[in-house]
């Protein structure tokens, strides 16, 4: 059974850094795209930044210039280095990758279970 596990979150005060790591388990035949999601209180689910197994990148607006995701093909993992936080940055964080075990003749998401982050003084 494949699996996400995510590390790295915590509390910072506002222009701190915090770096998440996302790993991997399970039987992966291939993987297309990790990333990570995150979700205030009160609001939707927005997807922070991406990256897809060729090195494409995607990053939210309001993260441009401060956070950098980073991608390890070889040992199947994700991370999210995130530099200036703001208040604004806190939210649980997910890590979520487009896999494709080898149990299965297709792709499907799969969901780490979220670490907190906390911006404030």
């Known amino acids: 059974q494949v699996q996400l596990v995510e590390s790295g979150g915590g509390l910072v005060q506002p222009g701190g850094s915090l770096r998440l790591s996302c790993a991997t388990s399970?039987?992966?035949?291939?993987?297309?795209?990790m990333g990570w999601y995150r979700q205030a209180p009160g609001k939707e689910r927005e997807l922070v930044a991406s990256?897809?197994?060729?090195?494409?990148?995607y990053y939210t607006k309001s993260v441009k210039g401060r956070f950098t995701i980073s991608r390890d093909n070889a040992k199947n993992t994700v991370s999210l280095q995130m530099n200036s936080l703001e208040p604004e940055d806190t939210a649980v964080y997910s890590c979520?990758?487009?896999?494709?075990?080898?149990?299965?003749?297709?792709?499907?998401?799969?969901w780490g279970q979220g670490t907190q982050v906390t911006v404030s003084s």
């Open positions: 979520h990758a487009h896999i494709r075990p080898w149990s299965r003749d297709s792709y499907a998401d799969y």
């Open positions: 399970g039987s992966i035949r291939s993987i297309f795209s």
């Open positions: 990256v897809t197994s060729g090195g494409s990148t």
